[in-house]
Each structure stands twice: as structure tokens, then as C-alpha cells.
């Protein structure tokens, strides 16, 4: 979703699928040397930090849960959540919705965010206020936000999909084929182990 915030390639499609050849107004942006900001640095966040770091991106990141020495030793510079806000190019969401993390990024913050910089949420729906969103995409304040997940859903027709400067998708942050091979897979290696074992991994309530 950077790539295509980035590159505004979904325009360019739907323009090009209506006939029309727009390369002057759809002027993009490179990442390389942009310095992409990680809110949550678990599994998911600390390969999306990998994937930009060969794109030659500058990572930051903010994890609470994280010390500052885990993260430096995945080559992400930490910094706190206001550091995060007024550095970062682009910040990628990868944090789990708790109480502390809904609305996370509402007018406040979005506002202390880079003029330009651009929101990417692939997260849980609710991180993100939309409203709030949509008033700092529509200002020019924020220079492009991409949501895969949202308050609810299906969400219907919300005001953040008339601006041109957002993009989003249906929840298909897991939805490949291969990552659903892999689901299935942990599935029955887990019920093997805890069958002959006793033990399993990643037990919610035990």
C-alpha cells in the first residue's frame, strides 16, 4: 500500500481504464531515503521494517512493549510516539486495538504528523478515526492515507472514498493463498504437538 499511495497507481488504472492518459497530473513520490515510522514492532512490524529497509528506507519505530535494545537490533532506530508523528514520511500501523490504541490517530495526532506525510493502516479498524482522517487528507495537511481495515465492515460508501489522495481495500491483509496454506498448516502442527505433547503455542486463555 506505500508503493501505491506512493506512485498513485490506483488513479493512474482507473484513469487509463477510462480512456484518459493523465501522467502529468499524477505525479508520485520515491521512497527510497523517506523515513517510514512502525507504530508496533511484533511479528508483522518487524518484517515490514526488513521489506523497507531493502527498499532503502530510514526505519523508526515505537513499541512500548519492545526495549529499545530489541528494536535497535532489528536496525530500527527507536523513538517515542511523538518522535514517530513529526518524523516520519510515511507511518505504517501494526499494533493490536486495545483500549489504549482506539483512536490512537485522531485530529490531535494527525496533526502533529509532517504536512505531506502519508498513513497506512493494515492494522485493526478503530486505530484510526476516519472522520479525523478524512479532514486531514481533505486540508492537504496529510499527503495520502491507505486503510485496510475500518470502524465497520464492509463499511458501505464513506466520505473518505470521494478524495483522491486515499486508497483502500477490503480487509486483504492475510488474503493471499499462501498465507492461508500457512493457517492451516500451524493449525494441524499445533493439534499434532498438543496431542502428543501436551503443550501448544500461542495459547489465548489457558
Known sequence: MILSLSRNIPRATATMKDGKWEKKNLKGHEIYQKTLGLVGIGNIGSLVAERAMGLKMKVIGFDPYQSPESIEKMGIR??????????????????????????????????KMKKGAMLINCARGGIVNEDDLHEALESNHLGGGALDVFVTEPPGKICLMDLDNFICTSHLGASTYEAQDNVARDVANQIVEYLGTGKAENIVNQ
Open 78 to 111: 527507536p523513538v517515542n510516539f511523538d518522535e514517530i508523528l513529526a518524523e516520519s514520511d510515511y507511518i505504517s500501523i501494526h499494533t493490536p486495538k486495545t483500549a489504549e490504541t482506539t483512536n490512537l490517530f485522531n485530529k490531535e495526532t494527525l496533526y
